[in-house]
């Protein structure tokens, strides 16, 4: 795999620092997640099964788990012999925990001096909000993200998932690639900072463009589009829904045809692009009703054979179940050491010589403490001294 032989040091909670480590252990690399005895906090938030959330479970694939007590002198001896031996380190450890913990660059760099350290925060480490707390709707509300979703005249809303997270684990894998490059280029490691509000305004490239170019925010449309019509969300008879979109004149007609709506094409209202968007009230009316004519399936059947741009608003019982992510490999079997078999979320790529592979279950608490332990030359005598679980 594109990794093997890169070693992670994985320091985080909740979601954007471990999930951003599983995203390089999933390509191949030996990733270490470091808790303290009781656990990382994502154990703690939603549902428990035993030590285990859903949250946990679902950003924490392909790793092997170590239980330290850093804010003791074994555990921080155990740190250093761990770091002499890791190419990243990545957390999301606020200053000064950082530095009481010795996570900071400078204390790594001073035991391996090409390491890479990879910070995640939610403001940034300099600036007027450094060291503010903050999570994912900390996020998505300075950012805009908030305020630009949501109907028409409605309240802002953050978006279903945790999008700030998970754009913010996806900067920290492409910040690890970059800086391996740059080590194998030059020889030198180096810091790399990634904040959840700079990943929302990534996100938002065309919305912010069009407030940056023409000095107006786009307005709040819900499910539908500001830039063209129809785009939007359809119950059909048996309640289900199917999302459309038709943005342009060739995907129109194709709908119309699909519909069995043939004077939908020529009426002067939605003959262009520009037509359909002005009045596309009218329109969607019109689409909402035929629709209702059928059911999901049927519906879906036409469209496709119509070659339209359509989707079914699935739940997530039905994406779980959906045959084209389970053809793309989306929820793999594992073997959990406390749960047994059950499905974790899979690789979101494919790399044709070197695939990643889903190889691990997300570690029980301190699964691995003696295996890595004894890696790193302690006796087994002193290595049961490492594994504590307060809880």
């Known amino acids: ?23 390089l252990g999933d390509m191949g690399a030996d ?10 906090e994502g154990r703690r938030v939603g549902p428990r099964l035993g030590d285990d959330t859903g949250l946990y479970i679902g950003v924490n694939r392909n790793k092997r788990g170590v239980v330290l007590d850093l804010t003791r002198p074994p555990g921080q001896a155990v740190l250093r012999r761990l770091v002499r031996q890791t190419d990243i380190v990545i957390h999301n450890q606020r200053s000064p925990a950082r530095e009481r913990l010795g996570l900071d660059y400078a204390a790594l760099a ?9 910070t995640v925060s939610t403001y940034g480490e300099s600036g007027p909000y450094a060291g503010r707390p903050g999570i994912d709707p900390s996020a998505q509300a300075l950012g805009g993200l908030m305020a630009g979703t949501g109907d028409p005249g409605g309240p802002a ?56 170019l023409h000095g107006v925010p786009p307005p709040r449309v819900g499910n539908r589009s500001p830039f063209y019509a129809p785009y939007n969300s359809y119950r059909c008879a048996d309640g289900g829904e199917v999302h459309l979109a038709a943005f342009n004149n060739k995907f129109y007609r194709n709908l119309c045809e699909a519909l069995d709506a043939p004077e939908l094409i020529d009426d002067p209202r939605f003959v262009s692009p520009a037509a359909r968007l002005e009045n596309r009230d009218a329109l969607d ?26 989707a079914p608003v699935n739940d997530y019982p039905a994406a779980a179940a959906d045959p084209q992510l389970r053809h793309n490999g989306m929820f793999v079997p594992v073997t959990h050491t406390a749960h047994g078999p059950l499905e974790v979320p899979g690789i979101p790529l494919r790399l044709q010589r070197t695939p990643g592979a889903v190889r691990r279950p997300p570690p029980t608490l301190g ?17 049961e001294a490492f594994q504590v679980h307060d809880r």
């Open 1 to 23: 795999m594109p990794l093997t032989g890169i070693r992670v040091l994985e320091l985080g909670s909740m979601v954007a620092a471990p999930l951003g480590a599983t995203l």
């Open 31 to 40: 990733v270490i997640k470091i808790e303290p005895p009781g656990g990382e």
């Open 110 to 118: 001073a035991l391996r001096p090409d390491i890479i350290l990879i």
């Open 157 to 212: 809303l953050k978006a279903g998932a945790a999008v700030a997270d998970v754009t913010a684990a996806t900067l920290v894998s492409y910040a690890a690639m970059l800086a391996l490059w740059a080590r194998a280029r030059d020889g030198q490691g180096q810091a790399a900072e990634v904040t959840l509000i700079d990943g929302v305004v990534h996100l938002q490239g065309v919305q912010l463009g069009e407030y940056l």
């Open 285 to 310: 009316s019109q689409i909402a009703a035929y629709c209702a004519r059928y059911s999901r399936a049927e519906l879906m059947t036409r469209l496709e054979h119509a070659d339209v741009v359509a």
């Open 367 to 383: 699964e691995h403490t003696s295996e890595i332990l004894a890696e790193l030359g302690y006796s087994t005598d002193r290595s």
